[in-house]
């Protein structure tokens, strides 16, 4: 396998400004190895606070995680999915399925990485309060 002697991989999917990735190097100690988001803007702004984090902008469906893993595992894998459809700040139902089944790529992350022989050691879901 490629990754070894190299530490865990960290993801943060569904990346904003780095908030979510600021908070995983204050507790880990370093910033997250991949950032993903659809939106370049927001991506930007992460690339600013966080450097040294490889950024994908992609939308998270067209993604295989297998592709940039190198042959290392995920040590965390933070996720992030637009959750406003479904906070009190909304204040309605979401219209578009896509951003409703958005958390549902965690389950199909995982099993691709483990049916390849990897694994994930810890998944975060961020989400609020409904």
């Known amino acids: 396998?490629?990754?070894?002697?190299?530490?865990?991989?960290?993801?943060?999917s569904f990346a904003g400004g780095g908030g979510a990735s600021t908070g995983i190097e204050?507790?880990?100690g370093r910033s997250p190895d991949?950032?993903?988001?659809?939106n370049a803007a927001?991506?930007?702004?992460?690339?600013a606070n966080h450097p040294d984090t490889l950024h994908i902008s992609e939308?998270?469906?067209?993604?295989?995680?297998?592709?940039?893993?190198?042959?290392r595992h995920i040590g965390l894998a933070w996720f992030s999915p637009d959750c406003k459809h479904?906070?009190?700040a909304k204040g309605g139902k979401p219209v578009e399925r896509n951003?409703?089944?958005?958390?549902?790529?965690i389950p199909g992350w995982v099993e691709r990485i483990q049916q390849s022989g990897g694994?994930?050691?810890?998944i975060i879901m961020e989400n609020v309060e409904e």
């Not at 991949?34 to 659809?38: L, W």
């Not at 927001?42 to 690339?47: P, R, S």
């Not at 694994?119 to 810890?122: E, G, I, N, Y």
């Open 1 to 12: 396998m490629h990754g070894r002697g190299l530490p865990p991989m960290i993801v943060d």
């Open 26 to 28: 204050m507790a880990l």
């Open 34 to 38: 991949i950032a993903i988001n659809h």
């Open 42 to 47: 927001a991506l930007a702004l992460h690339a």
């Open 59 to 71: 939308n998270v469906y067209k993604i295989d995680p297998l592709d940039h893993l190198a042959g």
């Open 86 to 88: 479904f906070s009190k």
């Open 99 to 105: 951003i409703r089944d958005l958390a549902w790529i």
């Open 119 to 122: 694994k994930v050691d810890v």
